[in-house]
């Protein structure tokens, strides 16, 4: 199993930054893409950012040029570095990766998901 855990959120005023962290920990075999979705009230889940194992990264258009995803291969950890943020930006933020694990025998690749953490822009 992996776990997945957030950090980084919180209140800020339109136009200010915040830096989320994911911590991936287990017996991780090889981590794979590691993603950002984020759920507003009302709306459905979006997927923000993702990036490779390789570095390579995407984003969805109303984010481009405002936030940057990255991550640590040796920490297992991404972040998500949030830029000039608007009140639509507001939601729980949510990290989620690809890994191969094992339980001690074979290995398998699963899916999983972090808590979430509030990000709220005030206007």
């Known amino acids: 199993q992996v776990q997945l855990v957030e950090s980084g959120g919180g209140l800020v005023q339109a136009g200010g930054s915040l830096r989320l962290s994911c911590a991936a920990s287990?017996?991780?075999?090889?981590?794979?893409?590691m993603r950002w979705y984020r759920h507003a009230s009302g709306k459905q889940r979006e997927l923000v950012a993702s990036?490779?194992?390789?570095?390579?990264?995407n984003y969805a258009d109303s984010v481009k040029g405002r936030f940057t995803i990255s991550r640590d291969n040796v920490k297992n950890t991404s972040y998500l570095q949030m830029n000039s943020l608007k009140p639509e930006d507001t939601a729980v933020y949510y990290c989620?990766?690809?890994?191969?694990?094992?339980?001690?025998?074979?290995?398998?690749?699963?899916?999983?998901w972090g808590q979430g953490t509030q990000v709220t822009v005030s206007s």
């Open positions: 990036i490779s194992s390789g570095g390579s990264t």
């Open positions: 287990g017996i991780i075999r090889r981590l794979n893409d």
């Open positions: 989620n990766c690809d890994a191969r694990v094992t339980r001690g025998g074979p290995e398998y690749d699963s899916r999983y």
